[in-house]
């Protein structure tokens, strides 16, 4: 009888690690042992067959017909168990689950079902079970869950329907309760046995036990051990711990679903729900930020902030079959869902992390290639929350952290460079793109984003186009060609316009045209092909066309506003310019936060002779701006906040002129001009600070600001313009607009050579502002110097040859000089213009890429 119980023991434990087979070789000793063992050895060799069975070939359909003949003496011997002598020897239920689990394995469902209702599983009561006794009921639960979804039989009323799906979903909860529960019972049987083998004494074992349980992840306190292999949750317990939050959201339970999903994750941790951990966090903060709105979000433990009392009084309440959790206190509860998506993802990506191989074998390529697949996984959602609430500082962070385990990981450094323009580290991600190009060279979506990084933010023109040529050469057939096509059209627009060498313009614009066409060519349903081709024509003075393909731009896209803003710049070349305020102001009831169709706004009405209306527009211009940028500039200062824009450049090629006697003259009047200038703001610069934070918020008020002085001068208030000028000078006192502004005011109010001095600083400060050169030549003229304004106005024409105030001044001067042939050529050139002229350049309209 002592032989018999300690063949019982070895076999429970044998049971509870999994090895099967000396379970079997025991079972004639416990028969030799007792004839009465007869049919408890009918069940367990039952059992390590079915179990070793399944442990080589897993309970998937493409397994079900094998698994009729592979399983057919496990049948036989549980079977034989289903008698009465089984429920003799107690042995009969467990007999029945495992018979439902060997159906299951089989695709009997409904024979799997019909099992279930035998061993009473719905009845069951909660008591205390062994270790293998957890993980029969748990995967019974989870097989009667998985029968009931795969049956092929539909209910007969609405009312079985729901009675089925409640049926289904409190099965898979039971299965999570249960496998979790099994999971970490099972370290803990793994730690103490661990303990015991070192020789550890028993109180130390418990003590330490108790300590895991409680306050901390039971799986950092275990060691490695031989029996880490066997203790594995198996395939159905996996899918169950999985299906169970799937199952209620199909149903159209969100809210339980998110409930189900909390209450996995704050089970204490095992080794062996550690990948699974990553898994369900993953999934919640995808379920968070797909389908949870903020209106229907409830932060945890907000619903029944009362319901842990009951688990804390013991006695009858303890709950047996439920796993344990991490204690409540000290543990940070997100309180809205912006902090509960970011938490989890945080956690999975520590979680990736942790995972990541670094080994660059060939052995590892697998395990590489499953872990870089989650880590990536956790980075995109990752991405999608961060930039949804504009929390790109942590994405940066998070991709620095991956980039020690991407190696070659093409689609990581295409995102943290994606993540760095985001963040406005322009020049940062440029290098990133630059590394993501050389890991995938057939990619041209790097070579894209360069180009547009180039163009938009750096002004780096001829890298941009380098880039964009690249890209078209890479083309494949999974991207638009015409997209890289417009790169390259965009690029030739850009130097033409930047071009002060008539041939050059003419070469650049010729090919943008080129470029721009074969784009619209390419894709004709692309609204970005047609505006940037209609704002070529513009620029090359043929209105007409420009007209045509602006129209087709808005046909595909009609809410785009640059699109618009072409639009009415159109109109009012063609001499429209009621049409094209009532365009700007329909514009408006689309996007009544733009400010560049506010900024056209005010300068038609101003055109209109609506000046007072003009003051209103430019002041909720002003408003709007407090609403967009306030709380933005008013943040710390970025680190690496850009400084050029504090320094005056003045590039050597705009300084040359034919008409002088040598460049060097002309240089040397371009530094004398530039020391003027400084002198002019040196009292300003003493005292001047930048403005925290991004300096493009500040530069849009300084713009608002100027409009505002132009639109009081208007209406003939100078001291208020003075005032206005006096606003933008506090954010950027060297800035040319402000320069040129305060020389209107001055010839306003008819003080000549204090408007020279304020149009000479304007030039020194940017010698391309043709406003300014015009503006200069003028005075120059009313101060009695014709030559000086004869060749400030023809540098003037040089730049903007399109430009009919510069022609119509030039031949004021030169007729007061006598030369009437030259005079009559210069206002004719004017009056061919003139009705072409937009109220505004073409060229004041941003850059636009979507």
């Not at 009561?125 to 869950?145: F, W």
């Not at 490695?224 to 159905?236: D, H, Q, V």
């Not at 940062?428 to 070579?447: I, T």
């Amino acid at each position: 009888m002592r032989n018999t119980s300690k063949v019982e023991t070895l076999i429970e434990t044998c049971r509870s690690e999994g090895k099967w087979q000396k379970v079997i070789d025991l079972t004639d000793e416990l028969k030799t042992g007792s004839p009465n063992n007869e049919c408890l050895a009918h069940f367990l060799v039952g059992e390590a067959r079915l179990e070793s069975y399944l442990e080589e070939n897993p309970p998937i359909e493409s397994n079900f017909a094998k698994a009729k003949s592979g399983l057919s003496d496990a049948r036989r011997s549980l079977n034989l168990v289903t008698g009465e002598n089984g429920k003799t020897a107690g042995i009969a239920l467990d007999a029945y689950l495992l018979l439902a689990k060997l159906c299951y394995a089989c695709g009997e469902y409904e024979k799997s079902l019909e099992n279930f209702v035998k061993a009473e599983l719905n009845t069951l009561a909660e008591k205390e079970l062994t270790l293998r006794s957890l993980k029969i009921l748990a995967e019974s639960y989870a097989i009667k869950g998985l029968c009931l979804e795969n049956q092929t039989s539909k209910p007969s009323s609405k009312f079985k329907k729901a009675e089925k799906e409640a049926e289904m979903i409190s099965c898979f909860e039971r299965a999570t309760d249960l496998g979790l529960l099994y999971l970490q019972e099972q370290d803990i049987a793994a730690y103490a046995t661990s303990a015991n083998n070192t020789g550890g004494s028993t109180l130390a074992i418990n003590a330490s036990v108790q300590q895991s349980a409680s306050n901390m992840a039971i799986s950092s306190t275990i060691p490695a051990n031989p029996l880490e292999l066997n203790r594995r949750m198996g395939t159905i317990l996996e899918t169950a711990l999985q299906r169970a939050p799937i199952v209620l959201i199909k149903a159209g339970k969100l809210q339980e679903a998110v409930d189900r999903y909390r209450i996995m994750l704050n089970a204490i941790e095992t080794k062996t729900t550690q990948s699974l951990r990553l898994t369900l966090a993953r999934q919640l903060a995808e379920v968070l930020l797909r389908g949870v709105s903020g209106t229907i979000y409830t932060a945890p433990f907000q619903k029944k902030q009362g319901a842990s009392s009951t688990l804390k009084t013991g006695g009858t309440s303890k709950k047996l079959w439920k796993p344990r959790k991490y204690a409540a206190r000290n543990q940070f509860v997100p309180r809205n869902q912006q902090e509960e998506t970011i938490l989890l993802l945080l956690i999975a990506e520590a979680l990736a992390v942790r995972d990541t191989v670094l080994s660059q074998s060939p052995e590892f390529k697998v395990a590489r290639t499953h872990a870089m697949g989650n880590a990536t996984a956790v980075y995109d959602l990752l991405t999608l929350a961060t930039v949804r609430w504009g929390l790109v500082q942590l994405l940066n962070e998070s991709f620095e952290k991956a980039l020690k385990f991407s190696f070659g990981e093409q689609h990581v450094w295409r995102q943290y460079g994606i993540s760095l323009m985001a963040a406005g580290k322009h020049m940062h991600a440029l290098r990133v793109l630059q590394e993501s190009m050389k890991l995938n060279p057939g990619d041209p979506l790097p070579c894209l984003l360069a180009a547009k990084l180039c163009y938009e933010s750096l002004g780096l023109i001829k890298e941009g186009l380098d880039y964009a040529q690249q890209a078209l050469k890479r083309e494949t057939k999974g991207l638009r060609p015409s997209r890289a096509q417009l790169y390259v059209g965009i690029g030739y627009q850009q130097l033409a316009i930047q071009s002060t060498l008539k041939l050059e313009r003419e070469n650049y614009n010729k090919l943008a045209l080129d470029a721009l066409e074969k784009s619209v060519q390419n894709d004709g349903n692309d609204h970005l092909c047609e505006y940037y081709l209609s704002l070529q024509y513009a620029l090359l003075n043929n209105i007409p066309e420009a007209l045509t393909h602006i129209r087709f731009a808005l046909a595909l896209r009609t809410e785009h506003a640059p699109s618009l803003h072409l639009f009415a710049l159109l109109l009012t070349a063609s001499r429209r310019p009621r049409e094209a305020l009532v365009v700007t102001e329909d514009a408006l009831e689309e996007f009544p936060d733009n400010l560049n169709l506010l900024h056209v706004k005010a300068h038609l009405q101003l055109h209109l002779q609506d000046a007072e209306i003009a003051l209103v527009t430019v002041q909720r211009m002003l408003a709007i701006w407090r609403e967009l940028y306030e709380g933005q500039v008013n943040v710390e200062e970025e680190k690496h906040s850009d400084t050029k824009s504090l320094i005056l450049h003045v590039p050597s090629s705009q300084m040359s002129d034919k008409d002088s006697n040598s460049v060097y003259a002309a240089s040397l009047a371009a530094v004398s001009r530039v020391e003027q200038a400084l002198s002019e703001a040196a009292s300003s610069l003493s005292s001047f600070t930048p403005k925290p934070g991004p300096q493009r918020p500040w530069m849009i008020q300084i713009k608002i600001w100027l409009l505002l002085a132009d639109v009081y001068l208007s209406i003939e208030q100078p001291a208020e313009a003075l005032n206005c000028i006096h606003e933008a000078s506090q954010i950027y006192p060297l800035s040319h607009q402000i320069m040129y502004m305060r020389g209107l005011v001055c010839v306003y109010q008819e003080q000549w050579n204090e408007a020279k001095q304020c149009f000479l600083n304007a030039v020194a400060a940017n010698p391309n502002h043709t406003e300014a050169l015009r503006a200069l030549g003028e005075t120059h003229h009313v101060l009695g110097e014709p030559r000086l304004a004869e060749k400030l106005l023809k540098d003037a024409a040089k730049l903007d040859p399109n430009c009919p105030k510069i022609w119509f001044a030039l031949g004021k001067v030169l007729e007061s000089l006598g030369e009437y042939t030259a005079s009559a050529d210069c206002m004719a050139t004017a009056l061919q213009l003139e009705p072409t002229c937009p109220i505004l350049p073409f060229t004041s309209i941003a850059l636009t890429f979507d």
